[in-house]
């Protein structure tokens, strides 16, 4: 197989999120924990393979293994509610807890391996994966008596390095980490109804949670691809704020594909009493193919591998009178033999013909040891798409701090 130099950048987000029952549970003096693995969408792979040997949590007193897990998992299998129990009703003393680990499988036959849309794969390699397991930074206290509920969302395509050597390629997962307490929360689902979704080859089908601020710019809070029956979930979304989803659909078929202009909900807030939230829509008068653009380029300050880019293509459609984004894209970080990321790359294909898209990159940088971040904004840039274009726009000049 040749090299894929377009492949995803720098991170994984993982989000361990953590819930408590009020139900006293276990045995007297200790804390049940569940955890469980879910994972955010890619069109990148088909399959990302990991074999699971157990999963273990740490104290002062040091590693305690949670559940035993001895399987080969599809990380792009668990995604619109779908999740691995990896450790159930497992028993802790109270007190502090800073870090879980995946720790990887090393029998012979075990799977660690991206599979492309071609059927062709390539050997995934996570460095220390072995060895001291795939580390995940948390930070919350056990409470007697108490059950908690652990989710570890492996984001794998902002987890994969390229690192390209010659003209072969080198798969490496590097995960990075982010927490949320599981109480604070919520859900925004719903259906979308777009021909030939049930039918199609293959679809781009990403629905955008997003924030917008004072300033009417929004920031990219989760994404999902909608299944074929049109039916998605955004989870882990932070309760206490309002999002705003959007849909740009591309639907993929044996001739022909079909674009389709964006639509928005309105604002939805998401609280603790109100922690769910619904948006249904349809979509009709898509646009062919060749009648659709293509936005591509090179951001010249690569990523590292505490950081991951999101590039935004973004129209004005929102119900405030800026604009939204209505499509993104990750980063895609190459780096070189030695490990060190050398270029990145961005791409937009299928973009129905507006003269009002803005295109911008966000970048999120996690601190190393924790599960924070913080995001900064490129500047935004103007450019018209018009049927059959493929506009090259680069973005050279950096990023600007958060807003305040």
């Given at each position: 197989m040749?090299?894929r130099?377009l492949?995803v950048?720098?991170?994984?987000?993982l989000?361990?999120a953590?819930g408590?029952?009020?139900?006293p549970t276990g045995?007297a003096?200790?804390?049940k924990?569940n955890?469980r693995?879910?994972d955010a969408p890619t069109?990148d792979?088909?399959h990302?393979l990991?074999?699971?040997?157990?999963v273990?949590?740490?104290?002062?007193?040091g590693?305690t293994?949670?559940?035993t897990?001895?399987e080969?998992?599809?990380?792009?299998a668990?995604?619109?509610?779908?999740?691995?129990?990896l450790a159930l009703?497992a028993e802790l003393?109270?007190?502090?807890?800073?870090?879980?680990?995946?720790?990887?499988?090393?029998?012979?036959g075990?799977i660690n391996k991206?599979?492309f849309?071609?059927?062709?794969?390539?050997?995934?390699?996570?460095?220390s994966?072995?060895?001291?397991g795939?580390?995940?930074?948390?930070s919350?206290d056990?409470?007697a008596?108490t059950?908690?509920?652990?989710?570890?969302?492996?984001?794998?395509?902002k987890s994969i390095?390229?690192h390209?050597a010659g003209a072969?390629?080198?798969y490496?997962?590097?995960p990075?980490?982010?927490?949320?307490d599981?109480?604070?929360?919520g859900?925004?689902s719903?259906t979308l109804a777009?021909p030939d979704l049930?039918?199609?080859t293959r679809?781009?089908?990403q629905?955008?949670a997003?924030?917008?601020?004072g300033?009417?710019?929004?920031s990219?809070?989760?994404s999902?691809?909608?299944g074929?029956?049109?039916?998605y979930?955004l989870?882990l979304l932070p309760i206490?704020?309002?999002?705003v989803?959007?849909?740009?659909?591309?639907i993929?078929?044996d001739t022909?594909t079909w674009?389709y202009?964006?639509?928005?909900?309105?604002?939805i807030p998401?609280?603790?009493a109100t922690?769910t939230?619904t948006?249904?829509e349809?979509f009709t008068g898509?646009?062919?193919?060749?009648?659709?653009?293509?936005?591509?380029?090179?951001?010249?300050t690569?990523?590292q591998?505490?950081?991951?880019?999101?590039?935004?293509?973004?129209?004005?459609?929102?119900?405030?009178?800026g604009p939204l984004?209505?499509r993104s894209?990750d980063g895609?970080?190459?780096?070189?033999?030695?490990?060190?990321p050398?270029?990145?790359?961005?791409?937009f294909a299928?973009l129905p013909?507006s003269a009002?898209?803005t295109?911008?990159?966000?970048?999120?940088?996690t601190v190393?040891?924790?599960?924070?971040?913080?995001a900064?904004?490129?500047?935004?840039?103007p450019?018209?798409v018009?049927?059959g274009?493929?506009?090259?726009?680069?973005f050279?000049?950096?990023?600007l701090p958060?807003?305040?």
């Open positions: 040749t090299a130099s492949l950048a720098t991170l994984a987000t989000l361990a953590c408590s029952s009020s139900t045995t003096g200790t804390a924990v955890v693995l879910v069109l792979y088909t990302v990991i074999t699971v040997r157990d273990q949590i740490q104290s002062d007193a590693w293994v949670l559940g897990v001895n080969t998992i599809d990380l792009l668990l995604q619109n509610g779908a999740f691995k129990t009703d003393p109270p007190g502090h807890y800073g870090q879980m680990r995946l720790t990887l499988s090393t029998d012979p075990a991206v599979v849309e071609d059927g062709t794969s390539a050997d995934l390699t996570i460095p994966g072995f060895q001291t795939i580390k995940i930074p948390v919350f056990l409470q008596g059950t908690y509920e652990i989710f570890v969302d492996m984001d794998a395509n390095f390229v390209q072969s390629g080198k490496i997962l590097r990075v980490v982010h927490a949320y599981r109480m604070m929360t859900t925004i719903g777009i049930a039918t199609a679809y781009d089908v629905v955008i997003q924030t917008v601020g300033d009417l710019q929004p990219f809070a989760r999902v691809t909608a074929r029956d049109g039916k979930t989870s206490d704020k309002t999002y989803v959007a849909v740009q659909p591309v993929y078929g022909t674009s202009a964006p639509k928005a909900s309105a604002g998401l609280a603790t922690p939230g948006w249904n349809t898509g646009v062919v193919i060749p009648g659709t653009g293509r936005v591509s380029g090179s951001v010249a690569v990523a591998e505490n950081q991951y880019d999101v590039a935004q293509a973004r129209l004005p459609i929102g119900a405030g009178g984004i209505v894209s895609a970080v190459t780096a070189d033999s030695g490990g060190t050398v270029s990145e790359t961005y791409a299928g013909p009002d898209y295109f911008a990159i966000e970048r999120f940088t190393p040891g924790t599960y924070e971040s913080s900064k904004l490129s500047p935004v840039k450019q018209a018009a049927a274009d493929d506009v090259t726009l680069d050279l000049d950096g990023f958060p807003a305040p």
